[in-house]
């Protein structure tokens, strides 16, 4: 009887290990999916389609946008770094920063100094829209972009997106005028980003997001 009762925890002891094992590899599944894209499309423009842009968007890739942070200089917005972040379902690890700028005498960046903000998506979540916020001049070559909200989504195991209604936002004293929301098309994060501008002495007026579908990556 002593020898029955060992053996049937023995092998209680060894289900439990098995079936732990399982879970855990079942995790590390999960918590290993990435995905790439392919060819994106472009959003209309928040703010103003001035003739002149600055942008950075992948052929493909492995990465998508978690926010922005934008550089001023004399109260101009001159440069926008994307923040970007692996394509994955959960644990997405950070990326090197892209960034887009202009220069001229006056403003350029770097090497002169600048003052900064920043607005981003929760973790493990990309943006699918923005909305920029003009600093209400009535001259549109004066207008530029003082705010920004993001919407964003996160990316299950398949490559579904679930979207999220709250926007996260960051806007400066002079932010005073929301102009239109754009945003991916079902499916899509943005993977890229086009800045408009007027002149290189206001700085950039209007922002469209490149947005490609998630697909998963084999191994």
């Known amino acids: 009887m002593k020898h029955l009762v060992d053996l049937k925890r023995r092998g209680l002891v060894v289900l439990v290990s098995v079936t732990s094992l399982l879970a855990f590899a079942g995790l590390a599944w999960a918590a290993s999916v990435t995905f790439m894209t392919g060819g994106g499309v472009w959003t209309k423009v928040s703010g103003l389609e001035h003739a002149f842009t600055r942008e950075w968007s992948p052929n493909s890739g492995r990465e998508g946008i978690r926010g922005f942070t934008f550089y001023e200089k004399s109260d101009d917005p001159c440069a926008i770094d994307l923040l970007m972040r692996k394509l994955c379902s959960r644990n997405c690890e950070q990326k090197e920063t892209q960034r887009i700028e202009f220069e001229h005498e006056g403003v350029g960046f770097p090497p ?88 290189a002495k206001t700085g950039f007026a209007g922002l469209a997001l490149y947005c490609a579908a998630p697909k998963i990556v084999v191994p």
């Open 112 to 199: 002169f100094k600048v003052d900064m903000w920043t607005v981003k998506a929760s973790e493990d979540r990309f943006v699918t829209s923005v909305q920029v916020c003009f600093n209400g001049k009535d001259d549109a070559t004066k207008m530029k972009i003082k705010g920004l909200r993001v919407w964003e989504a996160s990316i299950d195991e398949t490559g579904k997106l679930t979207y999220y209604e709250k926007e996260r936002e960051e806007q400066l004293n002079n932010c005073t005028d929301w102009k239109n929301k754009v945003s991916c098309p079902d499916g899509k994060v943005a993977v890229g980003a086009r800045a408009y501008y007027a002149t």
